[in-house]
């Protein structure tokens, strides 16, 4: 299972967090970027893409 990021080719930073906060995936990527998270358990995670110095915040529902 993959996370596709779409966006212009730049470099930025996947911050990947569990639902205590914890982090469970940092990955610097030239977008478009996928990201592989088969490894990851079901449930809710936060996704944090840092592009140019700009911040965007996602949720990601894990389903199995």
Do not use: M, R
């Amino acid at each position: 299972d993959y996370l596709l990021i779409n966006g212009p080719e730049q470099t930025a930073d996947i911050l990947i967090y569990n639902v205590a906060g914890n982090p469970v995936l940092f990955q610097q990527a030239l977008l478009p970027a996928s990201v592989n998270i088969s490894n990851f358990s079901e449930g809710l995670y936060f996704v944090k893409l840092i592009v140019n110095g700009q911040v965007f915040n996602e949720k990601l529902k894990v389903e199995k």
